[in-house]
C-alpha cells in the first residue's frame, strides 16, 4: 500500500477544518504563519517566477506566493483538499492545482519547469528511505539557480527527534526529515543546505540547485 492509499481518508476528511487547526496556531501548528512567511521570504525574488507548492493543502502558502505575483502549480494527493485550496483562491490564470498521487516523488512537469519549489507541512510524508529520491525528483524540475524551501516538523538529527519525542509525548512518530541526513543527499546534487528553527520541532530548510558546469 502506498502512502497516498493510507492517508488520503484521513486528509479528505480534514479538508473541512484544516484551517481552523492551523489558525489555533498549537501543537504541531505552532508558529505556523512564522513557518510560512519564512518559507516566502526565503523564495525571495524567485516568487515572481514559476513555483511549485507540494502538499498544497487548502492552499493557504499558495495564497501568499499569489500575493507575491507567482504563478503557482499546486500539487496534492487528496481531491478533497484541493477542493478546498480551489475554493479559497478561485480560479485564476496563475494558479493551477493539480492531483498527484505521490506528489514528491512523481511530479507531473518536464525538466526544469520552475524558478522555485516550496513546501509546508508536507515533507514529513516521504518516506526516510525515499528522501534521497524525492530530492533528486525535485532537483530534477527545478531550473538551475531556482530555490528548494521547506518548512515542517523535522529535527537536527536522530538525537534531537528522540529528545523531542520524549518533551512533546503529543507528537506522533512521522517520516520526519533529519537535516543531518540531507545534507549528503543535497550535496551529492551539488547543493549546501541552509537551515533556520523555528520551534523545537519545526525547521524552515533551503538551498539552490547549482547552475550547469
Ligand atoms: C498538514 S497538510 C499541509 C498543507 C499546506 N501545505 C499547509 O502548509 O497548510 C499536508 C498535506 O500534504 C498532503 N499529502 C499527504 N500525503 C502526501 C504525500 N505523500 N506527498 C505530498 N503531499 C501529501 C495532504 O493531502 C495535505 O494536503
Redesign the pocket.
Given at each position: 500500500m502506498d502512502?497516498?492509499q493510507t492517508?488520503m481518508p484521513i486528509?479528505d476528511r480534514w479538508a473541512t477544518t484544516?484551517d481552523k487547526s492551523?489558525d489555533s496556531a498549537r501543537g504541531v501548528f505552532a508558529r505556523y504563519e512564522t513557518v510560512?512567511d519564512l518559507v516566502v521570504d526565503r523564495i525571495g525574488s524567485h516568487a515572481s517566477g514559476r513555483v511549485l507548492d507540494?502538499?498544497?493543502?487548502?492552499g493557504?502558502?499558495t495564497q501568499r506566493l499569489l500575493h507575491r505575483g507567482a504563478k503557482v502549480v499546486g500539487l496534492?494527493?487528496?481531491e478533497a483538499?484541493l477542493a478546498k485550496a480551489n475554493a479559497k483562491l478561485s480560479p485564476r490564470s496563475n494558479l493551477q492545482l493539480v492531483r498527484a498521487s505521490?506528489?514528491?516523488l512523481r511530479i507531473p512537469f518536464r525538466d526544469e519547469s520552475f524558478d522555485a519549489i516550496a513546501?509546508?507541512?508536507?515533507y514529513h510524508?516521504?518516506r526516510p528511505d525515499h528522501k534521497e529520491a524525492s530530492l533528486q525528483e525535485m532537483f530534477r524540475v527545478l531550473s538551475p539557480g531556482g530555490v528548494w524551501v521547506v518548512g515542517d516538523l523535522m529535527f537536527e538529527d536522530e538525537q534531537d527527534e528522540q529528545a523531542a519525542l520524549r518533551t512533546y509525548s503529543w507528537l506522533e512518530r512521522e517520516h520526519f526529515a533529519r537535516i543531518a541526513e540531507l545534507r549528503p543527499f543535497l550535496a551529492r546534487l551539488g547543493a549546501k543546505l541552509d537551515s533556520h528553527p523555528i520551534t523545537p520541532f519545526t525547521w524552515v530548510i533551503w538551498t539552490s540547485k547549482p547552475h550547469h558546469k
Open positions: 502512502s497516498r492517508h486528509f484544516y492551523v510560512l507540494i502538499g498544497v493543502g487548502t493557504n502558502l496534492d494527493p487528496s483538499m505521490d506528489p514528491f513546501s509546508t507541512y508536507a510524508h516521504v
